[in-house]
Nanobody
Framework: QVQLVESGGRLVQAGDSLRLSCAAS????????MGWFRQAPGKEREFVAA????????AYADSVEARFTVSRDNAKNVMYLQMNSLKPEDTAVYYC????????????????????WGQGTQVTVSS
């Protein structure tokens, strides 16, 4: 069984930076791609960023490209999301997820490719 726990979310001002963490317990994450998704109030959950199992291949939503960076430390079983130049429209609950694609180096962007999810961490960006 895999448990994912996000942390680092808080209230910040527009233009600030924030780093989210996703810690895994149960089974190692190093064999699986990982991703970040977010859900704003009244909206569908959407893709934010993803990384292949080694961290070499990444993918980003257009809305966060060049502002957010996804990374992972497989030795620590942790994935990160560095968020810079935050905007009010980045306000959402952020979720990390583990892909079901064992040993894949591909960064998956569809929620349907993920089978384990964390509980989420709230990020609020004030204007």
């Amino acid at each position: 069984q895999v448990q994912l726990v996000e942390s680092g979310g808080r209230l910040v001002q527009a233009g600030d930076s924030l780093r989210l963490s996703c810690a895994a317990s149960g089974r190692t994450l190093s064999s699986y791609p990982m991703g970040w998704f977010r859900q704003a109030p009244g909206k569908e959950r959407e893709f934010v960023a993803a990384t292949g199992r080694n961290g070499d291949n990444t993918a980003y939503a257009d809305s966060v490209e060049a502002r957010f960076t996804v990374s992972r430390d497989n030795a620590k079983n942790v994935m990160y999301l560095q968020m810079n130049s935050l905007k009010p429209e980045d306000t959402a609950v952020y979720y990390c997820a583990r892909s079901r694609a064992w040993l894949s180096d591909r960064p998956y962007t569809s929620q349907h490719d993920y089978d384990y999810w964390g509980q989420g961490t709230q990020v609020t960006v004030s204007s």
